[in-house]
């Protein structure tokens, strides 16, 4: 309420406000509130929380999957690599007896040229096969040879052609020259 009366002192008087101010909430009002607010924040902060563990899950179960993707394939490199090996060891293996079988087969072979290179039978199959037979005292002819050797003497020298140097020039022109 207003006040018209004498005003000691040189401070202007304050008015009062035609709205008053709405009066302030008992402390038991403001406590129940701010558990709500306690509550609210606690639901935000529980689900906050719910929704950082549910990522942290898919980036664990990605990373999960991740490992699991390169682990299977080192294992599936690693048995690739082992029957690349044994296939190479199974063709090394078949190479090596083949080279033993042609081996043994080049002695054989040896072994039959050498006894075929033999004149006892070289002489049997010349006579069976082809019918060959040996010279008789009939069918031989002798010749007889001069036993003095002849050879030529060549008179012709050779001489080796040079050119002349530079003096060998100079006097040859002036024997020409005289």
Known sequence: MASYGYQYGTSARELEPEVRAP????????????????????????????????????VARTNFAILMVIILGSILLLMYRNVKIRESFAGVQSLSKEVTSLGKENGQIAVNIQNNLNLNNIESIAASSLGMQKLSSKQTVYINLDTKDYTEISQKSIVKESKPNLVQRAINWLVDFF
């Open 23 to 58: 009066k302030r909430t008992p402390k038991s009002k403001k406590v129940a509130n701010t558990k709500k607010s306690k509550k609210a924040k606690e639901i935000k902060s529980k689900k906050y929380q719910d929704k950082v563990k549910a990522q942290e899950a898919r």
